[in-house]
């Protein structure tokens, strides 16, 4: 089986992704498309992904699987061990909602062809384009928390001792709070379980300043 990422250093939609393949053992080949250069516009990825966004996962000569929350669900379907939903429909509907804080409500806010056309469209200058940022990327930090700090099934991680898909969203999102200067001191919660994600290899190796494609003196 040979199976090939399109993705970037910097996004965190291919971040989750990375996660999920690593904690699953998968090796895959990492193709860079440089979205600060436009080149998800390409018509070559977009004969691979037509939305214009990273990840796409082609898996041998298969149709590409588009979509982070979807591939990280085939990944789990087609390789369950590492387990990253639980056992019982209850804890599996938690850890999807907390995922689709994420990925369906805070991430889709901040990705560059909103910002673009918020600066193109809009004509929103860079002070209120940055209150945007940090404001929706602190909505979901803090819709995390409140979730996280008061159900009894959070343990070390989202959803207890084990890291599942949940966690790999919350860390896409604690990276994006460090993209846009948005402080986490009230997600104690958050922090603590994002720093428990750090100290596993798939989360740490994944992050996006250890990629081949990321700059050496990087600006946001
Ligand atoms: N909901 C999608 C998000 C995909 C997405 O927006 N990816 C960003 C990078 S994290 C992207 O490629 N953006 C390109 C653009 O906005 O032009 C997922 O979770 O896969």
Redesign the pocket.
């Given at each position: 089986m040979t199976m090939k990422l399109y993705g970037?250093w910097r996004?965190?939609?291919?971040y989750?992704v990375r996660v999920a393949l690593a904690l699953k053992g998968l090796k895959v080949e990492e193709l860079s498309i440089n979205?600060l250069q436009g080149k998800?516009h390409d018509d070559n990825y977009r004969a691979v992904n037509p939305q214009?966004?990273?990840?796409a996962l082609v898996i041998d000569d298969g149709p590409p699987l588009?979509?982070?929350?979807a591939i990280i669900e085939y990944l789990e379907e087609t390789h369950p061990e590492p387990p990253l939903l639980p056992q019982d429909a209850r804890g599996r509907a938690r850890v999807r909602g907390l995922s689709m804080i994420v990925?369906?409500d805070g991430?889709?806010l901040i990705?560059?062809?909103?910002r673009?056309y918020l600066e193109r469209e809009m004509h929103e200058d860079e002070a209120a384009r940055n209150r945007w940022l940090q404001h929706w990327t602190l909505k979901a930090v803090e819709a995390l928390e409140a979730h996280l700090a008061k159900e009894r099934e959070t343990g070390r991680f989202c959803h207890g001792d084990t890291p599942t898909m949940a966690d790999l969203c919350l860390a896409s999102q604690v990276f994006a709070a460090g993209y846009f200067d948005t402080p986490l001191t009230r997600a104690p919660t958050v922090k603590r379980i994002f720093d428990e994600c750090m100290k596993i290899d798939a989360f740490d190796r994944a992050q996006p300043l250890k990629q081949p494609d990321a700059p050496k003196n990087p600006t946001h």
């Open positions: 970037f996004s965190l939609a291919t989750r979205l998800q214009s966004v990273v990840p588009f979509q982070s929350l990925a369906c991430h889709p990705v560059p062809r909103i673009t």
